[in-house]
């Protein structure tokens, strides 16, 4: 089945310890898309302005991404986002942030949208999530992402977005803060109440927990020697995620979850090795495969 | 078989944002003798005070330790460490440290102990935990815990000590300092090139990573709600690790060590629940080995 992906499709310029990288490919729509274009048939929503390089529009057509929803404004900007990460790779610091085209975007979605069963709504304004679901019709699954910023300027938009999917994304920090607890596991139940069925809580390189009817799940991550880039990692996971989920003929998705999760870790692992989508975009799916065999030797016990 | 536990037995004051508890029973050899216990006979070599508690003599006879090895100062006062808990009950910080008995303590081994086939050396100085190795004879297996505090005082005797051990416990940042290494994946090789044949990274509430000859394994935490008081859940994990080591009746040491890390895990979880060693002293087997099969239905996939 088919995943529909919002989201921003942006510029990134990234600075580390060791090197710069202007106006690579980035964005959580571009990141979460081709992570799922690996598993099914990825529809990308997005906005970008004439700036915006035509080897991106190859790089996405190579990945089979459907482009009808990835609007082109041509005397417009694309949203770029430049930032810089410290020696461990774990902290990073926003040194500008244009939002371009993305600012007054509303995303109009092409007519035969409407009735994909897989939906992302990768990190972006909850305003646009929510007007996203507006225009489709009982999906199968509607997953959100989202991030500190949205729940600091944008909260009440965010909580009656949490009563329309199934699923909630958030790293640590944000479920604590979402509901006023210290600790996560403690979050939990209290997100649950505010309306999805499932909430996955994203650790970096420590694995994620996800949360749903039957209980926990504590999923690892592949150990990774070398982090070059981080960014992207919890956009490549949710689209990898949502990929393997529709891509699954038979199970519930209850029984597809962890695996699905699993296979999203590991799309998150290669991003995390090169800037941008740099690495992900030159891997090939039965190294995705190899690398959730390895993973699952790794975590048995 | 038998474990033979040598570290500090201490009274601990350790300060919450909820509560503040004086002279607990603590101390590296105290959490983790009474973790083995749960799994085999053990051995607790240590040193206390006049000012020591009958009633922590009472409980540590509770678990069975055999006490042969506990050396009783009359006139000297027991090891006192005061810590305080931020409220994310991950960063702490030392109060005040009284070293008492233990500042010049030079254990002596009962004779029988001689021959101990597992023997855990416990968070204590290199120079005590070299002394504990001299007194034993072909030990099927060595374990030794460190901090960063030996590594950057006594780390000649540390590096030292690593040539003599079969494996080392360590958290992550200890681990990258050790080896002046960013990524702690990448230290794994690099201390292994220092002796030990196992290294073990301990990663509190994220689990812990096993590096061996047959690759790694990334091992689970138990997820909690509540967290009381971690301080002894690493001595408690690896007290629990051992314990179940020498347990095994069949299975080599490589194919028996994931599971020995899980039952450690378990035993540091349920640590973390109470102060000091108030939970764990109350905590029956079957409640281990029933939060063991808990966790790996948390682990699956």
């Known amino acids: 089945m088919s995943v529909l992906v919002v989201g921003t499709t942006a510029l990134d310029s990234i600075k580390t310890p060791k090197s710069e990288n ?9 990141h979460a898309a081709v992570a799922a274009s690996f598993f099914a048939p990825t529809k990308l929503v997005g ?25 082109r404004v041509a005397d417009g900007r694309t949203f770029h986002w430049s930032g810089e990460y410290e020696v461990n790779m774990n902290n990073r610091r ?24 897989f939906i992302l709504l990768a990190n972006i ?5 929510h007007r996203v679901l507006d ?12 991030m500190d910023l949205w729940l600091n300027i944008a909260l009440p938009e965010v ?16 479920a604590r803060q979402l509901v006023s607890e210290d600790n996560v596991v403690n979050a939990l139940p209290k997100i649950h109440k505010l309306g999805p069925k499932y909430v996955i809580i994203k650790k970096g390189e420590h694995g994620s927990v996800l949360s749903g009817p039957k209980g926990l799940f504590v999923a690892p991550a592949f150990p990774l020697k070398k982090v070059v880039d981080p960014t992207g990692a919890g956009d490549s996971f ?31 692992s290669f991003c995390c090795e090169g800037f941008g989508l740099n690495v992900t975009t030159k891997t090939a799916k039965k190294e995705i495969l190899a690398r959730v065999r390895e993973l699952e030797k790794l975590a048995k016990f």
């Open 125 to 129: 304004s909850p305003s646009v999530q």
């Open 238 to 268: 949710v689209g990898g995620l949502i990929g393997f989920l529709a891509s699954q003929k038979s199970g519930s998705i209850e029984t597809n979850l962890r695996r699905a999760i699993v296979h999203g870790s590991v799309v998150a």
């Open 159 to 174: 909580l009656s977005l949490l009563k329309r999917i199934d699923c909630l994304v958030l790293n640590d920090s944000e």
């Open 135 to 146: 225009q489709v019709s009982k999906p199968k699954f509607v997953i959100a992402d989202t």
């Open 94 to 117: 926003t040194l500008e942030t244009v939002l371009g085209v993305i600012e007054n975007w509303q995303p109009v979605l092409p007519g035969d949208y409407e009735t994909t069963p």
């Open 47 to 71: 906005v970008v302005g004439g700036d915006f390089p035509a080897k991106y529009i190859k790089l996405y057509e190579k990945h089979g991404l459907c482009l009808k929803g990835l609007e």
């Open 22 to 30: 202007p106006r690579l490919l980035g964005g959580s729509a571009s």
